[in-house]
């Protein structure tokens, strides 16, 4: 019984909505709630009460702006970056090292020999402008050229550049090209340029250089990586330097090591690549004290005598520090180390924390980068800085041209490019494309730098050159006879300079307290409020809304009952009209009513007959026995 008197109640309390008008409503918010514009509105007279409502206006402007900045603010996603200095033990780096040439000539020569001749008659076109010895070109396989042919430009009129072939005399030139006799300039009067033709030979690009040896260095590379695409990975490693004969000495400590103590892996730029300290099947190893005498001690035998003339201008060691199983991306990030010096490396460590979603863009494990890392077969962490590019740069080779590039990990059943079974492929090696995979992936939250500081010194010195080459020699090949020479030997010291570290940490620059004190602030100085005015707000919000539902709903109603009644000329009588009209109080005969010409009831009806009268509808009131409902929305009865 007393949940249903309840809920009679509040089902009639909520028929009768607030019970106040608007205006009514207004005053008493303004009467009642604790900010002191509104109540100065109210009490004070006409004047004080303009000045009151403009002052009240004006200030809430003011609270509604500052909160939109502050609330922009912190929606920017801001942070603010620490900087904080550690002490400890710490991981060595991992250490890789590569030669500067990728193959040794003497194992590769049988594959560049026709590449080799026709780079030597180049040279010689570009040297020698005059064609003496044009029969000496007969002998030249000029497949390779007739693909990727390299032209002098001359500009001597930029309207109209003359495009002269260097070999137009003795094989099928383009027919946009002149043939090389009786051109009017050399290497030094026109730009030297790659022509890229493609659907054969109808469209034709130019890659022009500013010097003539970058343009052949280019082109040489160019036609070695579709060469080297076409060999079999095994054979290419067979075909570089070996970590034993790379590396002549190895000391970490006070512990001998070895070419054993490295992993190798195959890079296309440098050949053979050798890890020490990766972390893959082995711990970390730790480093107990700053100091050279502490760091990892290396001397490498670059073998410069047998580097690939055409494909390698550089001599000395490619080397990167890096942390543990990571992907060593040593053409990017590595630096060399030149060949009869000793260069030492001294390192600091750098740590970055960054925050994840929404502050940034960075991922924790690439997991939730929308493109396959191509290096997760070496089992490494991710990397934005190359892992996420190269794999998309590769994914887009492999849509438009059908094929990988040389230079990346290949996907599973896919094949690198060459000219022989994809003749347009280096046409389609868009650098714009990198920009569309800088959008894709993101940066890792979690990364360590090491910094470098490097020192180099002549090594070894003239008074010690002799006996030092005489015993690495012996070591390397049980010989007296002095096989090494300064120009290939490098000597690395790579040590930490100090175990101090830095973290450099990533945090929130706005959080939500920041948010709400500021909010609160300008509120309470604005307009003299606190959050329980907010609610106050709020509560007459919802009272002018419950108002306005009841007053439609009201609305609605009334306009449905004045649809029905205009069906009707005069609103219909009522029950106690009705009765009133044939109510009879004396008994009296009614009064016939007829017309004055004819003297008879219309419709010739008969005189009604008197008798008693109905009870007075009107009166009667039906109530609940169990339940009355008092006016003043007491208790029910």
């Known amino acids: 019984m007393h949940v249903k008197k309840y809920l009679l109640k509040g089902l009639h309390r909520l028929q009768k909505g607030p019970g106040y008008t608007y205006k009514e409503l207004l005053v008493w918010y303004c009467d009642n709630t604790n900010t002191h514009g509104p109540k100065r509105i109210i009490c004070e007279g006409p004047k004080k009460k303009a000045m009151w409502f403009l002052l ?164 040489y590379v160019l036609q070695a990586t579709n060469i080297f695409s076409q060999v079999p990975r095994q054979e290419l490693v067979a075909m570089s330097y070996p970590g034993e004969q790379l590396i002549l000495a190895c000391l970490f400590g006070a512990e001998p090591c070895s070419h054993r103590n490295f992993t190798s892996i195959f890079h296309p730029d440098y050949g053979n ?17 700053p100091g050279a005498e502490f760091g990892l001690k290396l001397i490498l035998d670059i073998g410069q005598e ?40 001294g390192v600091l460590v750098d740590r970055l924390e960054r925050k994840g979603e929404p502050y940034s863009r960075c991922t924790k494990n690439g997991s939730d980068v929308p493109i396959p890392n191509l290096y997760s077969d070496h089992n490494t962490t991710y990397s934005i800085q190359q892992a996420c590019i190269h794999s998309c740069f590769q994914d887009h080779m492999i849509r438009n041209c059908s094929c990988g590039h040389y230079l990346y990990p290949l996907p599973r059943g896919e094949k690198y490019c060459n000219n022989q079974d994809f003749p347009d492929w280096d046409l389609r090696i868009n650098v714009a494309q990198r920009e569309t995979c800088i959008n894709l992936c993101k940066e890792s939250c979690n990364d360590t730098q090491y910094k470098m500081t490097i020192s180099m010194a002549e090594w070894p010195s003239e008074a010690s050159e002799d006996w030092i080459l005489h015993v690495l020699s012996q070591e390397r090949d049980q010989s007296t006879n002095i096989t090494l020479s300064r120009k290939g030997i490098v000597k690395l010291n790579i040590y930490f300079q100090e175990f101090n570290y830095r973290t450099i940490e990533e945090s929130a620059a706005n959080n939500i307290v920041w948010l709400l004190s500021n909010l609160g602030g300008q509120f309470g100085f604005w307009m003299g409020g606190s959050v329980l005015c907010l609610i106050e707000f709020g509560e007459i919000i919802i009272d002018f809304v419950w108002i306005t539902v009841i007053k439609l709903v009201a609305f609605s109603k009334s306009l449905q009952r004045r649809r029905a009644q205009a069906h009707y000329a005069s609103p219909p009588p009522t029950v106690a009209e009705l009765v009133e009209a044939h109510t009879n109080f004396g008994f009296q005969p009614d009064v016939i009513s007829h017309s004055p010409t004819t003297g008879t009831y219309p419709d010739e009806q008969p005189v009604p007959i008197p008798g008693t009268p109905p009870p007075n509808y009107d009166s009667l009131r039906l109530q609940p026995l169990d339940v009355v409902e008092s006016d003043n929305e007491g208790d029910a009865i």
């Open 56 to 219: 009240t206006l004006l200030f809430a402007a003011l609270v509604c702006w500052q909160w939109g900045i502050f609330i922009r603010t912190y929606l920017s996603w801001e942070v603010s970056v620490s900087l904080s200095v550690g002490f400890k033990t710490m991981d060595f780096p991992a250490v890789t090292i590569c030669n500067a040439s990728p193959f040794q000539y003497s194992k590769v020569r049988h594959l560049l020999k026709d590449l080799d001749e026709l780079m030597d008659a180049v040279l010689e076109r570009i040297l020698a402008p005059e064609p003496s010895h044009a029969n000496a070109t007969e002998a030249l396989n000029f497949t390779i050229w007739n693909h990727t042919p390299l032209v002098l430009i001359d500009e001597q009129n930029p309207h109209k550049p003359v495009v002269l072939d260097l070999f137009g005399d003795n094989h099928n030139s383009s027919a946009s090209s002149s043939p090389a006799p009786g051109r009017t300039c050399d290497a030094q009067g026109c730009k030297v340029a790659m022509r890229l033709c493609s659907l054969n030979g109808t469209v034709c690009t130019f890659r022009n250089f500013t010097s003539a040896t970058q343009a052949v260095m280019e082109w």
């Open 306 to 345: 047998d580097y690939v003339p055409f494909l390698t201008s550089t001599a000395g060691a490619r080397l990167l520090l890096h942390e543990q199983r990571s992907y060593p991306f040593i053409k990017e990030e590595g630096i060399y180390a030149m060949s009869g010096t000793e260069t030492s490396i």
């Open 273 to 289: 690549c050798h890890i020490f300290n990766w972390g893959m099947t082995e711990k970390a190893l730790p480093s107990s004290n």
